[in-house]
C-alpha cells in the first residue's frame, strides 16, 4: 500500500515553482472552484488539475485519487438531486434543477480536493516547512507540526492496512457487511494501532531533540527558496484562474 501523498521526485516546471507558490496555485484552483457555477468551468478546471497532475508525471496517482472521490460525489449527486428539487421533472423524480444543482456539487468537491493533493504530490515536506519558516516567518514547530500530520497518516494507514492483513490471513473476516460485527472485529485492531503510533511518535520526538529541533529558526535551513519568474508566473496565473471563477 503505498502512500497517496508521498513526494514524488521530478524536473517539471511544477516541480520548480516555489512550494508556497505551489500552495497558492492549489488555493487559486480551489477558490475559481467555489466561486464558479458554469458547469463547463467546474469540469475544465477539473480538466486542468488533472493535466497539471501528468505534466508532473503524477497523473496515474492523481486520477486513482479522483476515482476513490467517485462514489462520495455520486452519493452528493444523489442528495442534492432528490433532497433539492426544482425545475420539470425528468425521470425517476429527478428534477432538472436538482440535476444541475447535483452535477455542481459533485464536480466542486472533486475539484477542491485534488488541488492540494497534487501540491503535497510534488512538494517535498521539509522544502515546504523551510519555506513556511523563511518566507512566512512561522515558528519551526507550527510548519514541522504540519507537514508531519502529512507523514504519519498515512504510515498509520499502511500500518492498520497491514495488521488487517494479518488478521485476515488468521482467519479473521473483516469483509463483513454487519457493521456492529465490523466494529467489534475493527477494535482489536486499533489497540495494536495505537501503542506503535505512540512508540513511533515517541522515537520522532526523541529523535528530533538530540537534533538541536528546539533550536532551528529561520536561519537553520541550507537551503532557501528565492522567488523566481516563473513563481511570478504562477502567481499572476493563480489570479487569473480566481478572476475566471469569479466572472462565469
Known amino acids: 500500500m503505498t502512500n497517496p501523498l508521498a513526494y514524488t521526485k521530478g524536473t517539471s516546471l511544477l516541480h520548480r515553482v516555489h512550494p508556497l507558490i505551489k500552495l497558492v496555485l492549489a488555493i487559486g484552483i480551489i477558490v475559481a472552484t467555489l466561486c464558479s457555477n458554469s458547469l463547463v468551468l467546474l469540469a475544465l478546471l ?36 432528490y433532497f433539492v428539487p426544482s425545475g420539470p421533472v425528468l425521470f425517476l423524480g429527478m428534477t432538472q434543477g436538482g440535476m444541475y444543482d447535483g452535477a455542481r456539487v459533485s464536480l466542486r468537491l472533486v475539484g477542491i480536493a485534488l488541488p492540494l493533493v497534487l501540491m503535497f504530490m510534488v512538494t517535498k515536506p521539509n522544502d515546504l516547512a523551510n519555506a513556511c519558516v523563511e518566507q512566512l516567518h512561522i515558528p519551526y514547530p507550527y510548519a514541522f507540526t504540519f507537514t508531519t500530520v502529512f507523514r504519519f497518516v498515512p504510515l498509520f494507514a499502511q500500518e492498520m492496512q497491514a495488521i488487517m492483513e494479518a488478521q485476515t490471513a488468521r482467519g479473521v473476516e473483516f469483509d463483513s457487511k454487519n457493521p456492529i ?20 511518535t515517541d522515537a520522532s520526538a526523541l529523535s528530533a531533540e538530540q537534533r538541536g ?4 529558526g529561520p536561519q537553520s535551513s541550507y537551503k532557501r527558496f528565492p522567488l523566481q519568474a516563473l513563481d511570478w508566473a504562477t502567481i499572476v496565473y493563480a489570479v487569473a484562474l480566481v478572476v475566471i471563477g469569479i466572472m462565469f
Not at 482489536?188 to 501503542?195: A, E, N
Not at 529541533?213 to 532551528?216: A, G, M, N, T
Open 46 to 81: 477539473l480538466v486542468h488539475t488533472l493535466a497539471l497532475g501528468f505534466s508532473a508525471t503524477v497523473g496515474k496517482r492523481i486520477i486513482c485519487m479522483a476515482q476513490l472521490l467517485i462514489p462520495l460525489a455520486i452519493i452528493m449527486f444523489l442528495l442534492q438531486t
Open 181 to 200: 460485527k465490523k466494529m467489534q472485529l475493527m477494535l482489536p485492531v486499533i489497540i495494536p494501532l495505537l501503542i506503535s503510533s505512540v512508540a513511533k
Open 213 to 216: 529541533f528546539y533550536l532551528r
